[in-house]
């Protein structure tokens, strides 16, 4: 298995401004993925991050609003850009396990509780 | 139509109780996948099946790749078993490399003592 961490745990921020939450993995791992729950809801896959080319992003959401980085195996930051109260959700990373193809087990970070005032 | 539908949505049951909770699904799947969360907000992965059963303590997945269901089940519940149950499936044809996942809205059981 995988342990990882996010940061922030949680954060209340202002209409407008952005926050940058990090991922971090104790171990190298190809894939890893954010996924965003608003109040409610089920989970949404937001972004796979590659490490080397930019993200792959899932219909309704776009770079410019949520900008991910991947510099190496064992990190991933997500931006939420000029956030709205409707970005209010907790943000989850997590990362598959080995073997290849979609056979993966996957594994969750603790999540980000970000409330947009 | 969500592509992965649970049900029930919520569930209150005894302790001791055999607790049955199913899953279907409309898309081609390389995995299916069951996962806990508690009410802080933390997701453990259960299991990951891509046919037949599973058993793991108390919890048994089965899945049932012609009909495109999947049940969990768990034997003797108690307590602390009280969570959100959900349902996710990995794509099929995602090109190789492991899938983003597609949940299911989950399913809230509480298991009274």
């Known amino acids: 298995s995988a342990v990882i961490s996010q940061k922030p745990s949680r954060d209340i921020c202002q209409r407008g401004t952005s926050l940058t939450i990090q991922c971090q993995v104790d171990?190298?791992?190809?894939?890893m993925f954010w996924y965003r729950q608003q109040p409610g809801q089920s989970l949404t896959l937001i972004a796979t991050a590659n490490q080397g080319s930019e993200a792959t992003y899932e219909s309704g959401f776009v770079i410019d609003k949520f900008p991910i980085s991947r510099p190496n195996l064992t990190f991933s930051t997500l931006t939420v850009s000029n956030m709205s109260p409707e970005d209010s959700s907790i943000y989850l990373c997590s990362v598959a396990g080995p073997g290849g193809g979609g056979y993966n087990e996957q594994f969750f970070g603790p999540g980000t509780r970000l409330t947009v005032l | 139509k969500n592509e992965v539908e649970q049900s029930p949505q919520n569930l209150t049951a005894q302790e001791g109780e055999f607790i049955t909770i199913n899953c279907s699904y409309s898309?081609?799947?390389?995995?299916l996948h069951w996962l806990q969360q508690h009410p802080g907000g933390g997701i453990v992965s259960l299991f990951m099946l891509s046919s037949g059963k599973k058993k793991h303590g108390r919890l048994i997945a089965t899945i049932n790749i012609q009909e495109k269901h999947s049940s969990l089940h768990i034997t003797a519940s108690h307590p602390r078993d009280s969570a959100v149950y959900i349902c996710a499936v990995s794509r099929r044809g995602g090109g190789g490399g492991a899938d983003g996942l597609t949940f299911g809205k989950g399913t809230h059981l509480i298991i009274q003592p």
């Open positions: 898309v081609g799947i390389s995995a």
């Open positions: 171990s190298q791992v190809t894939m």
